[in-house]
């Protein structure tokens, strides 16, 4: 039997998977991928605010309740994930968790990989996560780096959506239908309790990424995820 096709995502903090790219990773775990997400942080300073509204309210605490969500989400959607918990609001980045990520990258061997947009004013950590992204892709491809492991190929990245594309300079360039694995994102969605305020926020990107898709094929799509491209598409003997 061949081992599965495989796949990455690298995601700043510990809900950001599940708002850009649940769908995705849904549908393929669906298909029988592996998918796995390295969650950088858990987004307990800037991303908890409904947490730190609870009286007697601690980092443990928030760390503890932000990974639990997003081991639940996970879950949901068919993949596994792993925490690094570098902090974030600021995010800092050190050589070790680009060799990690590394590692990562040449024992998955990952047909694709999904990151953060390049650029983000209103949050730093996100395009940091794509920078360190596509740095430890780089350095998986060095056969000076560790020489005894063999390195791996070039798989394309696709920077998913950010929460305002046009300020972020991000515009979509993939329409990836969700609608069959629709119900498992909302589900994943509503694990994510600390940040309620932006599940209809959401459902609502689906709808009108879906509508866009519509549009752009001879599909009728409900819900849609849309995605930019890092690296140019090749393709052998036709177009389409």
Request: aromatic share 10%.
């Amino acid at each position: 039997m061949s081992e599965p096709k495989t796949a990455l995502v690298v995601s700043a903090h510990s809900a950001d998977f599940v708002w850009r790219a649940g769908g995705a990773i849904a549908l393929h775990a669906a298909q029988g991928w592996r998918v796995h997400i390295v969650c950088l942080s858990f987004g307990e300073r800037g991303e908890s605010a409904k947490l730190w509204r609870q009286p007697g309210m601690t980092m443990e605490k928030v760390k503890t309740d932000r990974r639990a969500e997003a081991q639940e989400a996970a879950d949901i959607l068919g993949a596994s994930v792993e925490f690094l918990d570098i902090g974030d609001y600021p995010m800092r980045v050190d050589l070790d968790v680009v060799f990690h990520l590394a590692k990562v990258y040449r024992e998955l061997r990952p047909s694709f990989v999904l990151s953060h947009s390049l650029k983000d004013p209103y949050n730093f950590d996100h395009p940091l996560a794509t920078h360190l992204a596509q740095e430890a892709r780089v350095v998986a491809q060095a056969h000076g780096h560790e020489p005894d492991v063999p390195v791996i190929g070039a798989p394309p990245v696709y920077l998913f959506e950010p929460h305002q594309p046009e300020q972020c300079e991000w515009k979509p360039e993939l329409f990836l239908d969700i609608t069959p694995v629709w119900e498992k994102k909302r589900a994943a969605f509503e694990t994510m309790r600390a940040q309620e305020h932006l599940w209809e926020y959401y459902t609502r990107v689906g709808l009108q990424r879906g509508a866009q898709a519509t549009r752009n094929s001879d599909f009728r799509i409900t819900y849609a995820e849309a995605f930019q491209r890092v690296f140019p598409h090749v393709t052998q003997g036709m177009l389409a």
